[in-house]
């Protein structure tokens, strides 16, 4: 089968990740091909094991002008889908070009959902959705219920999923916590800070940095001198901390549609401790992390306390319901499905 991936095009899908969306998408990459005849739509800096077709983009133009210079990609992108002629489309960009277009020349194509709705791509998946060609898939209930209303159609989850073997790792924790993301406000980098100094305990976190601003006039200002940033890292740099980590906190501002770092922490045994907010109820059984009950530092400063009782195994156990190939396989049934 021949199979066109769409990525969101801000970021190259290449290590060290930018965010979940580009390791979700450079993880499916890995996987279909080995089962197909894949080309991956992105950014012109990535680097993936399969044919990547691309097209200019100016970084620069991009930050000043995002919506004229990510449309422009787009539109770039599904005209060269439309000549190629494959067999189905899976797209996990952000815009609704792909979507729009596909349901308008006929194009079998199946939609990740990534993010809660918002306005600009609301209104174009309602309208395709009434499309026998266009189908949506969500990365959990939360979000797929978010989804619900505005589409005409019931939205089915798939899971997102990591390789556990490769997050397997010796647990040796010492007296710091740790978190990761892209550093914005949305991500509640300055939340998990307090949370750490008000336990009077050291954090390590990690990150690129999204929002100078934001790390320049909040988080700066917050850091002690036990505290530390260490950088944009890869994988495995970020496993290294995860090893050595008593806790992975996270001060989320929004309704998390998944949280791939979630399970990245919780596959190393790292307990993990959150918000009760978008699907971290969902990936976060029991006895693999604490929920704060409230939305405020001090709870969340309960939770870390109280998440250092928690076993490994226990934690580790909760991130098997994860499995990439679980992810991969349910991809292929609804991608062989509408093909």
């Not at 091909?33 to 097209?55: G, M, R, W």
Request: charged share 20%; hydrophobic share 40%; with cysteine.
């Amino acid at each position: 089968m021949k199979l066109a991936i769409i990525a969101h095009p801000r970021f190259p899908i290449k290590s060290p990740y930018a965010g979940g969306l580009e390791a979700f998408t450079g993880a499916l990459v890995e996987y279909y091909q080995s089962v197909y005849e894949v080309t991956l739509y992105a950014h012109p800096d990535s680097e993936v094991n399969c044919k990547l077709k691309s097209f200019p983009i100016d970084n620069s133009q991009y930050q000043q002008y995002p919506d004229i210079v990510e449309n422009d990609f787009m539109l770039k992108v599904m005209d060269d889908i439309a000549k190629e002629q494959f067999d189905v489309v899976h797209n996990n960009s952000l815009n609704p070009i792909p979507i729009l277009w596909a349901s308008k020349h006929n194009i079998p194509m199946l939609t990740t959902l990534h993010t809660p709705p918002y306005s600009k791509l609301k209104a174009v998946v309602g309208l395709a959705s009434y499309s026998p060609f266009i189908h949506f898939t969500a990365v959990s209930h939360s979000l797929a219920e978010a989804w619900e209303p505005f589409i005409n159609d019931k939205v089915e989850v798939t899971y997102n999923g990591i390789d556990l073997k490769r997050w397997q790792v010796t647990k040796k924790p010492q007296d710091y916590v740790f978190t990761y993301g892209r550093i914005l406000p949305s991500k509640g980098i300055d939340i998990a800070i307090s949370t750490a100094q008000q336990m009077g305990i050291a954090i390590k976190f990690a990150g690129p940095i999204a929002d100078q601003h934001y790390m320049d006039d909040v988080v700066r200002p917050l850091l002690k001198p036990c505290d530390t940033y260490l950088g944009h890292l890869d994988h495995h740099s970020i496993k290294h901390q995860l090893a050595h980590a008593k806790a992975a906190v996270f001060g989320t501002r929004w309704d998390e549609p998944f949280g791939l770092s979630t399970l990245e922490a919780m596959a190393t045994g790292t307990p993990v401790v959150s918000f009760n907010r978008g699907a971290f109820a969902e990936i976060v059984s029991e006895g693999a992390g604490v929920l704060a009950k409230g939305n405020n530092v001090n709870s969340l400063a309960a939770a870390l306390e109280a998440s250092f009782s928690l076993n490994q195994s226990d934690v580790i156990k909760s991130a098997r319901n994860f499995p990439i190939a679980k992810m991969c396989s349910e991809y292929s049934n609804i991608l062989g499905r509408i093909a």
